[in-house]
């Protein structure tokens, strides 16, 4: 503890020796079953087929991920008109609009699904709420962020209008449905757990009629990433969160460890994009890593730490997972 400290970090490296430093590793973090299988998608594709592999979008928000397949002959692009017509097209694992495959299917384009399944039981509940727009169809509101590509691809599982994107709890305060009486909601997988329960209170509160998913739709791995999260960040003076910007899980992740204790939590892409100048006067870091950040990034970090440090490590494991998912036809 910094009360038991005899020297100064400075002091420390004048005489030569190096500073000390507690790392707590927050388990699970990293890779989701999700996340692995559409990298795997892309990789099999590419054994299967050959190079070149077109992938619609980030196949999962991480840029070292992405770098490394196309070193292996992906090539990423933003939409289908970009594939030529012989391609062969991966759809990420966020999910897509139904318009999506059906112009891949226009185009005689060989594609592969790498949606997220649990992203696909979101879309699947949509699609049970609407009902084919019968008579028992119910309007959804959507808890999720606006532009983020599950988002865009649960709501365009459905003809415009029938779902309502509610970011917030004001949002979810002043959402005013045409028919309250028959309501449903689902969430993007990658959301605070707190948050949104605060939300879907407020939805229930308000429109007691509402009907929610018969499972939870935040994903097993977002949940155990932010209790692992909760787990160290009352004990750490910063707490580093690997993965991308535009990597909503990871963003959440910071966010949960600074309401949870920690007085600082920083998103840190890579060891190369880390400002050392951060951990001045840290005697307890904790490190976790986002859904889409591959683990040989936090041991990268950790090296790098130890060459500085005298470190001392703890695993904190919160929970186990052992969740596998399939390959899709036909590459399964």
Not at 62 to 74: I, K, P, S, Y
């Amino acid at each position: 503890m910094a009360d038991q400290t005899v020297i100064s970090d400075r002091d420390d490296r004048a005489a030569g020796a190096k500073p000390q430093l507690r790392v707590l590793l927050a388990g699970p973090r990293g890779f989701c079953a999700g996340v692995d299988r559409a990298i795997r998608v892309v990789e099999e594709a590419l054994r299967q087929y050959g190079a070149p592999v077109y992938v619609r979008h980030e196949i999962v928000h991480n840029r070292t991920v992405v770098e490394a397949l196309e070193a292996q002959g992906a090539i990423f692009v933003e939409e289908l008109d970009e594939v030529p017509p012989d391609g062969h097209v991966v759809f990420s694992a966020h999910g897509v609009p139904k318009s999506v495959p059906a112009e891949a299917e226009r185009r005689n384009l060989l594609y592969l699904d790498a949606t997220c399944p649990l992203v696909s039981k979101v879309h699947r509940e949509a699609e049970r709420h609407y009902a084919g727009g019968g008579p028992d169809t119910r309007h959804i509101l959507m808890i999720g962020h606006a532009g983020h590509p599950e988002v865009i691809g649960t709501m365009g599982q459905l003809p415009p209008g029938a779902v309502t994107l509610v970011q917030d709890a004001e949002e979810a305060r002043s959402v005013a449905p045409a028919d309250p009486m028959h309501l449903a909601f689902i969430t993007q997988t990658t959301l605070s757990v707190d948050d949104t329960a605060e939300i879907v209170d407020i939805l229930r509160t308000r429109f007691p009629h509402i009907e929610g998913p018969k499972r939870e739709d935040i994903c097993y791995a977002t949940t155990n990433r932010q209790e692992a999260v909760k787990a160290i960040a009352p004990g750490c003076d910063l707490v580093i969160v690997i993965g991308s910007p535009n990597s909503s899980n990871s963003q959440r992740l910071r966010e949960v460890a600074e309401r949870s204790g920690a007085p600082r939590a920083l998103l840190v892409p890579k060891l190369a994009d880390l400002d050392w100048s951060a951990l001045e006067g840290v005697r307890t870091l904790g490190i976790t890593a986002g859904a889409s950040a591959p683990e040989a990034l936090v041991q990268e970090m950790v090296t790098a730490l130890a060459g500085t440090y005298a470190l001392e490590i703890e695993e904190r494991t919160v929970r186990k997972e052992d969740v596998i998912f399939k390959l899709p036809a036909p590459l399964g």
